[in-house]
């Protein structure tokens, strides 16, 4: 099953990307680069385990250097939560006003202060901006303060995107806040800071490179929606020219760096291109969108039971984004196969010129993904997560509710195509 041409298709898409300062060392200028807004207090965003590193501190001390104020909030939820992302607007209330706003971190400590910087210069609460229908879905009304996006991790792209995505816990779901305003105004890509990466977190947030690649180059086409209005415009228009640019050379780094950097963490050049190919595919699905793997990851993270992955905290169930993402994706890329063919196949071909051509060639790009998977170790689907075929009516519930993401899957996909897609992934290989 395919879209139906529309009556009046779309003929504009739009592309949006902060500045960006990328390279070994660029952290270290961050002082002058926050001093060309005018920022006199800015408060430093990040979680304990990274603060513990002392990149935080050292970012807050080159901004001192330029005779900035700078303080350092080390409270963030790894996965942020609606009461993590309240506690922090709550101490930048209390600590503030703030000028500005600096993120060290991986995609939590970065969503954390979008969420910060939307709270503290927006009437409202948390829940108000929260995607339907899970929140109101209400649009910022005030300017942001500058934020700046220093990622620790190679993976989220967070620091490209206007989404900050948490879990809504009374609901045991994961969704997001989507609007133009969150994006940070420059991202500081500083491939030293990602060399303290355990070999478990290389892996898990690189296939969430992977899928933002994968679902923004597989996603729908923004010809084949109808004409919006200006205001009816929204990040994710679907796949154009610019993304596939992007996610494209996102795969082509990630082909050659991917095992090498989970399997030695010291390889600096591997650690390099996996930053660059996080900015990539950060800037392509920024965006063009992305879709089923994403929408299925939300539940898969918001209902976890008792699964603690290695290289994260112990003190409570965890199953990382990146990972939630990649325990679907092979079977949600076989789905799609019939909607775009020939970017399926470019895809594995870029991501393993060796693979086999071979048998169903609908199986070729799902095959190359469980390899993958298989060697830099991510469980076995999401039976190896804690989930059974049991689970998956509770998990399609929590998916359907991701329409933002689902409307850019390449084919319509309701909720009995998620029911087989989840079953078809208690087990992968």
Not at 184 to 211: E, F, R
Not at 270 to 281: D, I, K, S
Request: one cysteine or more.
């Amino acid at each position: 099953m395919t879209f139906a041409v529309p009556a009046d298709p779309e003929s504009v898409f739009t592309y949006g990307a902060p500045a960006l300062k990328f390279g070994p060392g660029a952290a270290a200028e961050i002082g002058f680069d926050l001093a060309q807004y005018g920022a006199r207090r800015v408060l430093v965003v990040t979680d304990a385990r990274v603060a513990a590193t002392g990149a935080p501190d050292r970012v807050a001390a080159r901004l001192a250097d330029h005779g900035m104020e700078a303080r350092v909030y080390d409270g963030v939820h790894v996965e942020p939560t609606d009461e993590s992302l309240e506690a922090a607007v709550a101490h930048a209330r209390d600590s503030g006003p703030w000028d500005a706003f600096v993120a060290v971190g991986g995609g939590s400590s970065i969503d954390t202060a979008k969420a910060v910087n939307l709270l503290t210069t927006n009437p409202g609460a948390l829940i108000d901006y929260v995607n339907p229908p899970v929140g109101g879905g209400r649009a910022p009304s005030q300017p942001f303060k500058p934020l700046v996006a220093v990622p620790t991790t190679t993976g989220t792209g967070s620091e490209s995107t206007t989404i900050c995505v948490l879990d809504v816990l009374e609901l045991k779901v994961k969704t997001g806040i989507s609007h133009p305003r969150l994006r940070p105004v420059l991202a500081v890509v500083d491939p030293d800071l990602t060399m303290t990466q355990p070999a478990s977190v290389t892996a898990a947030a690189g296939m969430d490179i992977l899928c933002h690649a994968l679902e923004s180059y597989t996603a729908r086409p923004y010809t084949s929606f109808e004409r919006k209005r200006p205001e009816e415009r929204v990040p994710y228009c679907g796949a154009n020219p610019v993304s596939d640019m992007w996610a494209e050379q996102a795969m082509r780094l990630l082909a050659g760096s991917f095992r090498a950097a989970v399997r030695d963490g010291d390889d600096a050049g591997a650690r390099g291109r996996m930053a660059l190919a996080a900015t990539f595919a950060g800037l392509g699905f920024g965006n063009a969108g992305v879709h089923i793997p994403h929408a299925n990851a939300y539940p898969i993270a918001g209902r976890v039971r008792d699964f603690r992955p290695e290289g994260y905290p112990k003190d409570e169930p965890l199953v990382p984004h990146g990972m939630a993402v990649a325990l679907t994706a092979p079977e949600a890329f076989r789905f799609t196969f019939d909607a775009c063919p020939e970017r399926h196949l470019r895809a594995a071909a870029i991501l393993d010129p060796a693979a086999g051509q071979e048998g169903d060639p609908a199986g070729r790009l799902p095959a190359v993904l469980a390899a993958l998977m298989r060697e830099i170790g991510i469980p076995n689907g999401i039976g190896g997560v804690g989930y059974s075929r049991a689970d998956v009516p509770a998990l399609v519930e929590g998916a359907m509710k991701q329409q933002r993401l689902l409307a850019i899957a390449p084919r319509p996909v309701d909720g009995d195509d998620l029911a087989a897609i989840l079953t078809r992934s208690v087990e992968l290989w």
